[in-house]
């Protein structure tokens, strides 16, 4: 054991209390990026009251699937009102906060490396898997209470102006939204006069990602070859660095060169989580895509902005949805991609319509380097706890 490293056995314990009284029947689940959200399971007819009853102050986690996500899915749950959780998830609080803070602990589980230690192991199952034991086994410093509560403050200072900034592009974002439905949508019902329609294959090229080599091992510490999945598509309108990426290295890189993204592509999801739609961040120029994305590139005759919002209308009335195919795991083929059809306007529209969005892309973009800023330095300050 490291010097003031302490197992994280003996400062948990776990707590398994149930919904028998029906005290809520607001459900919730654990996102990758390790916060809770509202559940998308069908509980109609389910019996809420063997679910587990979440309060301020605990934890939850999926020790289920850390091998397929190569992740911990962990969050501290910070509400006042309680909640209920699924009775798979594993639920745990400290036992003496006047030795070790939640929010510190939540710390801990956010670094690349715990996850990295989970991982190492799982079991054998296939989605790996991770006993409460190997948990308790693993350490972690626990430095005197003034110094955690400065660290959590500190922490807590960038996440809450992250989320402002992330707040403030959501809301630029919307405006962006309702311009392009007050100039456009009505179009889709009753097309004007000089108005066209056209296939998605005619405006860029759609081009499919590529499943790493079996030999290839994710890298957590960074290269200059960040490698997007699914679950990367995630956080407004832009896939960028602020995420957590895991990355390949250069002989990788170089075998599958052909399947990089640049700047202003748009990434669509095509399994699994099907139809999340972002845009390529200028620090993610040259990033490699999985085979479950695929991506819209050389785009002509329109902008990728006019293209992105096209995209997220279509899916917000389902007609991404109803493109895909298949029964067990549905998939969104390419040639169903090509074949979308998209409005045409004549070219004053389309300028118009992108001078208004301009102005609306000055203010994401420096946001969105800012929150890259800061996100850098919040992973400064969870390496840190290691020291």
């Not at 776990?14 to 996102?31: E, P, S, W």
């Not at 070859?225 to 002989?251: K, M």
């Not at 890189?253 to 993204?261: D, M």
Request: a negative charge; proline letters at 4%; one cysteine or more.
């Amino acid at each position: 054991m490291k010097k003031d490293y302490e197992p994280l056995g003996k400062h948990l314990r776990i707590v398994d209390t149930r919904n028998a009284d029906m005290v809520t029947d607001r459900l919730l689940g654990i996102n990758i990026d390790k916060y809770f959200m509202p559940s998308v399971a069908n509980v109609i007819g389910t019996d809420l009251s063997r679910y587990k009853l979440i309060s301020k102050g605990m934890f939850a986690c999926n020790t289920m699937h850390v091998g397929r996500d190569e992740r911990l899915p962990v969050a501290l749950y910070t509400e006042d009102i309680p909640a209920i959780v699924s009775p798979a998830y594993m639920m745990f609080e400290i036992l003496d906060e006047s030795i070790l803070l939640p929010e510190y602990l939540m710390m801990w589980f956010q670094r690349d490396e715990f996850d990295r230690i989970c991982w190492l192991k799982t079991d054998g199952s296939v989605r790996g898997g991770i006993s409460w034991d190997d948990i308790e086994r693993m350490e972690l410093p626990v430095p005197p209470l003034d110094k955690q509560k400065s660290v959590v403050k500190a922490y807590q200072t960038i996440t809450d102006r992250i989320a402002l900034k992330r707040q403030i592009n959501d809301n630029l974002e919307a405006v962006a939204g309702a311009i392009f439905g007050e100039t456009f949508v009505s179009s889709y019902t009753v097309l004007p006069d000089s108005w066209e329609m056209a296939t998605l294959d005619s405006l860029c090229d759609v081009k499919g990602g590529k499943r790493l080599p079996a030999d290839c091992e994710l890298l957590d510490n960074p290269t200059a070859h960040p490698y997007i999945r699914v679950r990367d598509i995630t956080g407004g309108r832009y896939v960028c660095l602020t995420n957590q990426f895991q990355y390949i290295d250069e002989e990788t890189h170089k075998a599958i060169a052909r399947y990089i993204a640049v700047k202003d592509d748009i990434i669509i999801s095509v399994v699994g989580t099907i139809g999340l739609i972002g845009k390529i961040h200028r620090s993610l120029d040259g990033a490699n895509l999985t085979e479950n994305c695929v991506r819209l590139t050389n785009i002509h005759r329109v902008s990728s902005d006019y293209l992105y919002y096209t995209l997220q209308y279509k899916k917000q009335i389902n007609e991404i949805e109803l493109l895909t195919v298949g029964a067990v795991q549905a998939k969104l083929p390419i040639y169903n991609i090509q074949s979308i059809q998209v409005v045409l306007p004549p070219q004053s529209i389309l300028e118009g319509f992108q001078a208004k969005i301009d102005k609306l892309n000055a203010q994401i973009e420096e946001n969105t380097l800012e929150i890259e800023q800061l996100h850098a330095l919040g992973n400064v300050l969870l390496a840190n706890l290691a020291r």
